[in-house]
């Protein structure tokens, strides 16, 4: 049938009716693999901390809860696997919230620098257990003010910061970097530890995704830190991107909105103060 006649649109229709069906078909089909992987990986990350309580509490229980150092030990062994249980359990909720987009953001005005110091103190011990200087850069602006969802944000800060710290070796340092740059601000996050090669740099944030497995999962993470990271940010319509060199250290980095001057009242508007 020609293109023009009745028949010939007629099958234009079709052809192109199928191949958006197909096409359907196809993203649904994705859909699920990505489904049945996640809930695979997840059984597998929540297995771990769960066989591993469970090894303490049996060996406990078959025994050695009557030599009182053991009992100590393996209890805290315990209580450590359940609480890296409780992490993963957040950070997935966290994480399917999100993909859900269920998570609203709630945007407003705050000073950026005061919630890194807070985070600067919540990490100090950990800093200090493995020697690591923790501090802002020399070129942050005291009193940076950024417009975003602060409570979404400090968890952005407070993952990259304590990646930093977990994948630094002892004696290292870790910076973060807060400031105005092109009318936006730049917020940053750098440290002189193990660094990320190229071939892993792009995947880094996938969920689970680790560098090196064993190594990892020992330093405690729940592989989900820089998957959260990414959403958020994402959400503030920015992109999150990292240079690293392995052996030298590693800077992850976006930029924000700087704060946003409030609305002059209309009766002021043109007139010089
Ligand atoms: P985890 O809980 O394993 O830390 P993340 O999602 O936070 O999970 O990070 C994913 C992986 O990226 C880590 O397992 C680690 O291999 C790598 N990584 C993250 N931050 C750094 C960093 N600052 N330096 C080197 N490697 C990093």
Redesign the pocket.
């Known amino acids: 049938a020609s293109k023009s006649s009745p028949f010939g649109r007629l099958y234009d229709e079709l052809y192109s009716f199928a191949s958006t069906k197909e096409r359907e078909i196809a993203e649904l089909k994705k859909l699920e693999q990505f489904r049945r992987d996640f809930l695979a990986d997840v059984s597998h990350e929540l297995k771990t901390p769960i066989f591993a309580a469970q090894g303490f509490v049996h060996t406990l229980l078959d025994g050695a809860i009557k030599d009182k150092t053991v009992r100590t030990k393996f209890l805290k062994k315990a209580a450590k696997s359940l609480d890296a249980l409780d992490n993963l359990v957040h950070d997935l909720l966290t994480l399917s919230q999100m993909e859900a987009g269920e998570i609203k953001m709630h945007y407003e005005n705050f000073d950026i620098y005061n919630m890194c110091q807070e985070i600067i103190d919540e990490l100090e011990d950990k800093a200090q257990k493995k020697n690591i200087s923790l501090d802002f850069s020399k070129d942050t602006n005291p009193g940076l003010m950024i417009y975003g969802d602060q409570r979404r944000l400090y968890q952005v800060m407070l993952?990259?910061t304590s990646?930093?710290i977990?994948?630094?070796e002892e004696g290292g340092w870790a910076k973060i970097i807060l400031k105005q740059q092109d009318g936006e601000a730049f917020i940053g996050?750098k440290?002189n530890?193990?660094?990320?090669s190229n071939e892993?740099a792009h995947r880094?944030?996938e969920?689970f995704?680790?560098?090196?497995k064993s190594r990892?999962?020992k330093?405690?993470?729940?592989?989900?830190?820089?998957?959260?990271?990414k959403h958020v940010v994402d959400g503030h319509n920015s992109k999150v991107q990292l240079e690293?060199k392995p052996g030298e250290?590693?800077l992850?980095y976006f930029t924000l909105p700087l704060a946003k001057q409030s609305e002059q009242p209309q009766r002021n508007k043109g007139k010089k103060t």
């Open positions: 993952n990259l990646n930093a977990k994948y630094t996050v440290d530890g193990v660094g990320i892993h880094v944030f969920r995704y680790r560098v090196e990892t999962k330093k405690g993470g729940t592989g989900l830190g820089l998957a959260i990271v690293s250290g590693t992850f």
